[in-house]
């Protein structure tokens, strides 16, 4: 579950501007809080409420949707995260797991199996192995909360199409393009604005990434230094470099130079 906007789909939609404002309230919250363990809460408190926001103000473009509490159909797909994204999913597990594991869920155990089966493969192989999400506890996402945007903004239409679609019977789920395009371009204006920022800003496989996070406890720290400790699980398929000329497209025209002397 991974997608990127281009300059091309975000000025046909009149959505550049929409990336602009986002983009550069990301880039200030990540100023006020640089190097703090804030950070991470912060910029991703002004990404999910930039997402739910616009969706909500969008919700009578489409149909209904299908999904609801309960329905786990779609989560045998592979997770997408930015960096941000894994630290606030792992601070999270270690802060419910040592209750759940009273209650006989081992939430770190259940990740750390779903990693050895999956770890590696394409999204095509992930869904035909069919491997639910570790996070999946009697049909509930245990991490809801802090779910990354990849989930939030898979949505679809018709529960049966993507009940058909797990069992392999189809390929066309009806899904929600406003929950897509908003969440590309929520997503694509952060990691613009964190590559801006000098940090690490490419798009991670979840459970290898996590179990990377775990393994060092310093992690998070590294990567508000500069450092990139979760390369290892960096998904391949859209090159930085080529995720970053993207970005730059997006940049807002630089002005003109008669613009600038009447600005002076």
Excluded at 106 to 132: F, I, M, N
């Amino acid at each position: 579950m991974s997608e990127t906007i281009t300059a091309d789909e975000a000025a046909r939609q009149g959505l550049r501007a929409f990336f602009h404002e986002l983009q550069s309230a990301c880039a200030e919250t990540l100023r006020r809080h640089a190097g703090q363990a804030t950070l991470t809460q912060a910029v991703l408190a002004r990404a999910f409420d930039c997402f739910e926001g616009n969706v909500a103000l969008r919700h009578d473009e489409e149909p209904p949707l299908a999904c609801g509490r309960g329905c786990a159909t779609c989560c045998t797909l592979r997770v997408a995260a930015s960096a941000p994204e894994v630290w606030l999913v792992a601070r999270f597990l270690d802060a419910v797991a040592p209750r759940l594991l009273e209650r006989g869920i081992d939430l770190w155990g259940q990740v750390a199996a779903a990693d050895a089966l999956t770890r590696g493969l394409g999204e095509a192989a992930r869904v035909g192995l069919r491997q639910r999400c570790p996070f999946i506890a009697q049909g509930v996402c245990v991490i809801y909360p802090v779910r990354p945007l990849a989930c939030r903004g898979h949505a679809s239409h018709d529960v049966r199409a993507c009940v058909d679609a797990a069992a392999g019977r189809r390929f066309d789920v009806p899904q929600s393009r406003m929950h897509q395009e908003v969440r590309a371009l929520v997503q694509n204006a952060m990691q613009s604005a964190l590559r801006d920022a000098g940090l690490a800003w490419g798009l991670h496989e979840l459970n290898h990434a996590l179990m990377i996070a775990r393994a060092d406890p310093q992690a998070e720290a590294r990567w508000r230094a500069g450092d990139d400790p979760l390369a290892a699980a960096a998904l391949p398929e859209q090159p930085l470099e080529a995720l970053a000329a993207a970005f730059d497209q997006l940049r807002p025209e630089p002005a003109s130079s008669d613009a600038q002397s009447a600005a002076r």
